[in-house]
């Protein structure tokens, strides 16, 4: 079992930066792919970011391509989600996710737990 606790979201500026971390519990958490999904009010749930369990790997959704960074820190059981130059479409509530796959998935049916989220807006 694998609980997930995110943290660092808030308003911001359009051109300004946040930094996401993902707290994770469990001895497991370096073997599992790990995912940030975003979901903006009557949007579906999508992939904005995605690791594999040694980092060596990652993914990235087009439109951050270039502003975003996921990174990891196995040690601190410790995922997080850089993000600069921030524009107002990137508005939406932010979900960290892990799947019991090592790599990762494409789907949010792909991970198997999830954290409450965290909101992050971004005026213009």
């Known amino acids: 079992q694998v609980q997930l606790v995110e943290s660092g979201g808030g308003l911001v500026q359009a051109g300004d930066s946040l930094r996401l971390s993902c707290a994770a519990s469990g001895h497991t958490f370096s073997s599992y792919g790990m995912g940030w999904f975003r979901q903006a009010p009557g949007k579906e749930r999508g992939l904005v970011a995605a690791?594999?369990?040694?980092?060596?790997?990652?993914y990235y959704e087009d439109s951050v391509k270039g502003r975003f960074t996921i990174s990891r820190d196995n040690a601190k059981n410790t995922v997080y989600l850089q993000m600069n130059t921030l524009k107002p479409e990137d508005t939406a509530v932010y979900y960290c996710?892990?799947?019991?796959?090592?790599?990762?998935?494409?789907?949010?049916?792909?991970?198997?737990?999830w954290g409450q989220g965290t909101q992050v807006t971004v005026a213009s």
């Open positions: 996710a892990a799947t019991k796959y090592s790599r990762f998935g494409l789907k949010a049916e792909d991970y198997h737990y």
């Open positions: 690791i594999s369990w040694i980092g060596g790997s990652t």
